[in-house]
């Protein structure tokens, strides 16, 4: 897990491209998030089927730009904490066993089971 977060991340030299072929599918992604959010905002205002009014359609608007933001700056921080060497030697000395059971294993599973609760 470690090596690919490292390679995903572009904190190894070696495989800069992976990281750089990532952050772009996130940028694609984001742009083709706004754009049909937009385009699905502006079609559900303009319906007289629909009880949309411009200011809900903006606060959505505003909401789905703020998780745009929110991802690609994780990305980019993720990336700066996990260069880090001092921070990346404690992780990794911390994440190894708590009570014998492999920690990112536990939080794994966690994460998986809260997400299907």
Do not use: P, Q
């Not at 911390?94 to 599973?109: D, P, Q």
């Amino acid at each position: 897990m470690w090596r690919l977060l490292i390679v995903a991340l572009g904190i190894d030299e070696t495989k800069k491209c992976v990281s750089r072929i990532l952050f772009g599918l996130t940028l694609f992604s984001a742009a083709a998030f706004t754009f049909l959010g937009v385009l699905y905002t502006v079609y559900d205002i303009a319906s007289k089927n629909s009880k949309t009014t411009a200011h809900i359609g903006f606060i959505s608007l505003l909401i789905g730009f703020g998780w745009l933001c929110l991802g690609l700056y994780s990305f980019k921080l993720a990336g700066r904490l996990f260069g880090d060497e001092d921070f990346a030697a404690s992780v990794r000395t911390h994440s190894r066993t708590l009570f014998k059971i492999n920690t990112a294993l536990l939080l794994i599973f966690l994460g998986i089971a809260f997400t299907g609760t």
